[in-house]
Nanobody
């Protein structure tokens, strides 16, 4: 089994930047598509970004396109999400996930088999 652990969340002012990390341990995720999702209070889990197994194909939700960048370093079993120009509506718990059945990125949560515990991102206006 893979264990995913997010880090890098925190409080940032609107317009600021944060870099989230997701470290995988246990089972390797080097051959798996990976993604980031987020969930704000009283809202469902929302797709943010996904990346294929080797990092050369990415996809983004329209709401973050041009502001967020997903990347991965397979040698380190680590996934990243660079977030810039943050808005108050970006505030949420951010989760990373691994899709063991797919090598290309997916935007639906049901495609993912392993999830981290989440890291809180708060954006002040």
């Amino acid at each position: 089994q893979a264990k995913l652990k997010e880090s890098g969340g925190g409080l940032v002012q609107a317009g600021g930047s944060l870099r989230l990390s997701c470290e995988a341990s246990g089972r390797t995720v080097r051959n798996d598509a990976m993604g980031w999702f987020r969930q704000a209070p009283e809202k469902g889990r929302e797709f943010v970004a996904a990346i294929n197994w080797n990092g050369d194909a990415t996809m983004y939700a329209d709401s973050v396109k041009g502001r967020f960048t997903i990347s991965r370093v397979n040698a380190e079993n680590t996934l990243y999400l660079q977030m810039s120009s943050l808005k108050p509506e970006d505030a949420a718990v951010y989760y990373c996930a691994a899709a063991t059945r797919y090598d290309s990125g997916r935007s639906v949560a049901s495609a993912y088999d392993y999830w981290g515990q989440g890291t809180q991102v708060t954006v002040s206006s």
